[in-house]
C-alpha cells in the first residue's frame, strides 16, 4: 500500500496557526508524512520576512515533518503571478515528486485561497489527488470570487473553517456542494497561546488600553493614503472618546512610518498616550498577552476572533465609506466588510448598538449579487430578503445600480416597481441600447 502523504500550503502565520490547530484536533486524518509548503506572497519577497522567520513559527513546525519553501521552487517567478502550463503539469508533478521526497505516495492537499496562486498552481500541479480547503477568516462567509474549472472543483472535499460568526454558514464553495466543516476554537485558541509565548510580548497592557489594528487598505486600492491616514486619527479619536487615555497601535508590517509620526501627535494632542507595537505577531497573540479593554479595526477577521475567542469588547470604524467604495461590486472584501458593519458597534457611537439583523438572509441576498452565475440557487432568498428588509440601514449592503441589472427589488423606489415589467418601457428601452451601440459602432471607425 502505497505511504499517504499530506502537502499543506500556507503564506501567513494565521493560516499556518489554523492548520496547526487542524492537525491537533485530527481533522486532517491520519497520514505518514506532512509536508508544510510556506510561500512568500509580498509585492516584493526578497525584501519582506518570510513566514518560517516569523516569531513563533518555530512552535508550529512540530506539527510538520518537513517545511519547503514555494517561492525556492519556482524561483525566479513570483508565488501569485505564475502557474504551470497545462502541457508542463506532468514535468512539475515528477519534477516536485523528486524534488520533495514524495515518491509515488499518495498525495491529499490542504490549501489556502484556492481561486488564486500559489495555491491554484500546487492544485494545478498534483491533478489527482483531493483537496481540501481551509477558510481565510470572514471572507469565507462570501461566494467564491470567480468561477472555478469544474477540473479543480469537484476535487475538493472538505472547506475546513473557524466558527467566527456563530450560526452563519459559510457560501464559500457550496457551488460544489462543499460541506463546511469548524476548526475547535479551544484547540484554535491553545495554538495561538502558544504564538503568545514566543512573541516575547509584556504580560500585561496598562489597565484600559485600548488597541487599534491597522489593515494597510491603501496598498489594495481600497483606500487612498490620505484617507486611510484619517482613518487611523478617527480610530484614535473614537477610542479616546470612549474613555481610553492609553492607546496601543498595531500597524501592518508594511505600512508607511510616517503615519506613526502623525499619530503619536494626534495622540499628544487628545492627552492620551500611544504606545507603537512593531513587532510582527498575530493580533491573536497581543490579546492574549496583553488583554486590552478595547479592539478597534475597520473590517479585520481578528476583531471577531477578539470577541468569539477572548471575550473582549470591540469596535469598528470606516465600514461605511469602505462598502460605498469597494469596487467592483463582487470584491470579495465586500462581505467582511458587511458582516462587520452589521453585528459590531462603531467606535464613534458608543451608546449606539447594532440593529437586530437577518444575517443569514443579509449575506444570501450580497452573495447571490455578488455572484448570481455562481450562486444562482440563491436568487429567491435575496428577493426574498430585498423585499422585505430593504431600509435606508441596510441599502448600504447593495448599489442600485447592481439590484438594476440584476432584476432584483430595491432597483428603483417603491412608488415605480412597475416600471421594470412594464413592455413597453422595456422594448423602449432595448431600442435606446440597439441605437446606442449601433452609434458606438459608428464612431470607433477610422475615417479614411
Known amino acids: 500500500m502505497a505511504a499517504r502523504t499530506q502537502l499543506l500550503l500556507a503564506s501567513t502565520l494565521y493560516g499556518a496557526a489554523t492548520l496547526a490547530a487542524a492537525v491537533d484536533a485530527d481533522l486532517l486524518g491520519p497520514a505518514d508524512r506532512r509536508v508544510l509548503i510556506v510561500a512568500n506572497t509580498a509585492s516584493v519577497p526578497e525584501t519582506t520576512p518570510s513566514l518560517e522567520t516569523t516569531p513563533g513559527f518555530e512552535r508550529l513546525r512540530t506539527r510538520f515533518d518537513a517545511v519547503v519553501s514555494w517561492n525556492e521552487t519556482i524561483s525566479p517567478f513570483h508565488p501569485t503571478g505564475w502557474s504551470p502550463r497545462p502541457d508542463d503539469t506532468p514535468l512539475w508533478e515528477r519534477h516536485l515528486r523528486l524534488l520533495w521526497g514524495l515518491g509515488t505516495d499518495e498525495v491529499t492537499i490542504v490549501l489556502e485561497s484556492l481561486q488564486v496562486n500559489p495555491a491554484m498552481a500546487v492544485a494545478q500541479m498534483f491533478p489527482g489527488a483531493p483537496l481540501e480547503v481551509y477558510a481565510d477568516g470572514l471572507m469565507s462567509y462570501g461566494p467564491t470570487r470567480s468561477k472555478l474549472d469544474p477540473l479543480i472543483g469537484t476535487r475538493i472535499r472538505r472547506l475546513l473553517h473557524l466558527d467566527l460568526v456563530p450560526g452563519l454558514k459559510p457560501l464559500l464553495l457550496t457551488e460544489f456542494g462543499v460541506e463546511p466543516e469548524t476548526v475547535p476554537g479551544e484547540v484554535f485558541a491553545k495554538v495561538l497561546a502558544e504564538l503568545a509565548d514566543a512573541a516575547g510580548l509584556p504580560d500585561d497592557a496598562p489597565e484600559g488600553a485600548a488597541l487599534l489594528l491597522g489593515q494597510y487598505l491603501s496598498a489594495l486600492g481600497i483606500l487612498t493614503p490620505e484617507e486611510e491616514e484619517r482613518l487611523h486619527m478617527r480610530m484614535l479619536r473614537g477610542a479616546v472618546r470612549r474613555g481610553h487615555r492609553t492607546v496601543i497601535f498595531k500597524p501592518h508590517p508594511s505600512a508607511p512610518a510616517r503615519w506613526l509620526r502623525l499619530l503619536e501627535e494626534e495622540a499628544d494632542r487628545l492627552g492620551a498616550r500611544l504606545t507603537v507595537l512593531d513587532t510582527p505577531v498575530l493580533a491573536e497573540a497581543v490579546y492574549q498577552r496583553l488583554r486590552p479593554a478595547l479592539v478597534v479595526a475597520c473590517f479585520s477577521t481578528a476583531l471577531f ?137 459608428k464612431t470607433a471607425v477610422p475615417s479614411s
Do not use: C, W
Not at 314 to 337: C, D, H, I, K, W
Open 305 to 441: 476572533t477578539a470577541q468569539a475567542f477572548y471575550g473582549l469588547p470591540v469596535a469598528r470604524s470606516g465600514t461605511e465609506m469602505l462598502l460605498e467604495r469597494l469596487t467592483p461590486y463582487q470584491n470579495s472584501n465586500r462581505v467582511p466588510v458587511t458582516i462587520v458593519d452589521a453585528l459590531l458597534p462603531d467606535v464613534d457611537d458608543e451608546a449606539a448598538a447594532p440593529d437586530a439583523v437577518d444575517l443569514n438572509g443579509l449575506l444570501a441576498a450580497v452573495g447571490y449579487s455578488m455572484q448570481p452565475q455562481i450562486l444562482p440557487d440563491l436568487r429567491p432568498a435575496a428577493e426574498r430578503y430585498l423585499a422585505a428588509h430593504l431600509t435606508p440601514r441596510t441599502r448600504r449592503y447593495f448599489k442600485r445600480r447592481r439590484l438594476t441589472s440584476l432584476g432584483l427589488p430595491g432597483a428603483v423606489p417603491s412608488s415605480l416597481s412597475f416600471l421594470p415589467r412594464n413592455p413597453t418601457l422595456r422594448r423602449m428601452a432595448r431600442r435606446a441600447r440597439a441605437v446606442k451601440r449601433r452609434l458606438t459602432k
